[in-house]
């Protein structure tokens, strides 16, 4: 839940996850006001570093910030 100042830092985290045994699954929440381009460059570096399972939640979510 922290921030990133950029792709590179991204992608960096995400290689470092990738190589977890279990791997991490992605979870994307976006709402009306997400826009695409930033959604794209997010799946695009997942995919780069390597991580298969990606998911878009569609449910808000629940009080309080949990899942």
Not at 17 to 44: F, M, N, S, W
């Amino acid at each position: 839940m922290s921030p990133v100042k950029d792709q590179q830092e991204l992608l960096a985290r995400l290689v470092k996850e990738a190589k977890k045994d279990p791997q991490p699954e992605v979870h994307i929440r976006g709402d009306a006001t997400a826009k695409y381009a930033p959604i794209g460059r997010i799946v695009l570096a997942v995919q780069q570093a390597g991580i298969v399972k990606i998911a878009f939640i569609t449910e808000p979510p629940a009080p309080g910030g949990g899942e």
